[in-house]
């Protein structure tokens, strides 16, 4: 056996035991009921930026409440940081009693938003 053919084998068997031994993705957990401690209807609102949904926890796995059109106004009463480090604003939308969770990516709003 050649220097060069010993050499390829050496490696491939070192890159096949690397991909065998690489750690499994890690998964974090979602958490759809996440408490809310600052249910304050204040002065603090936003536009839906396009047709959402807002949901029933601050992830994207989290289940639906309701569907709204852009530009529906959203009174935000609190805000959080999920495990993904994504924002979401939590509150309600104007004219109904409809809360839920949005991130705050897919609003326009401004002012200090409370954590919840």
Known sequence: MTALAMTALALSGALAGTAASAAPAVK???DCNHSVTHENPGKVSGTFIGSFYLKDGPYAACGNVKKFAEGTKFWIWCGTY??????????RVAGT????WIPVKDLMW??????C
């Open 28 to 30: 974090r957990a979602v």
């Open 82 to 91: 999920n495990a993904y480090n994504n924002h979401w604003a939590y509150g």
């Open 97 to 100: 009693e409809t809360k839920g």
């Open 110 to 115: 401004g002012g200090p938003m409370h954590a």
